[in-house]
């Protein structure tokens, strides 16, 4: 099973940017497929962004075109770049690696919160 820690979150102005980073040990990254959930209070968490062995990506609809999820298989670490950042992806950023359609590990989590 692989571990899994969250790291890069913070406070930003709505337009701005973060990076967030989730580093892994314990086992064979590479297999895993990674991605990450956010929650914000009060709501159900959402599923945000997920990135195949291979670097197939998928998006949620409310991200697209704004979050990169990208993976370096050489650093065990997958990374979540947020750009024009809105109020409403304040949130806690959660890692998770998969197999399959199986959750296997979960980051521990980071705060983002957009606010001017």
């Known amino acids: 099973q692989v571990q899994l820690v969250d790291s890069g979150g913070g406070l930003v102005q709505p337009g701005g940017s973060l990076r967030l980073s989730c580093a892994a040990s314990?086992?064979?990254?590479?297999?895993?497929?990674m991605g990450w959930y956010r929650q914000a209070p009060g709501k159900q968490r959402e599923w945000v962004a997920r990135?195949?062995?291979?670097?197939?990506?998928n998006y949620a609809n409310s991200v697209k075109g704004r979050f990169t999820i990208s993976r370096d298989n050489a650093k065990n670490t997958v990374y979540l770049q947020m750009n024009s950042l809105k109020s409403e992806d304040t949130a806690v950023y959660y890692c998770?690696?998969?197999?399959?359609?199986?959750?296997?590990?979960w980051g521990q989590g980071t705060q983002v919160t957009v606010s001017s």
């Open positions: 314990g086992s064979i990254f590479s297999t895993y497929i």
């Open positions: 990135i195949f062995s291979g670097g197939t990506t």
């Open positions: 998770y690696a998969a197999l399959g359609s199986s959750v296997s590990s």
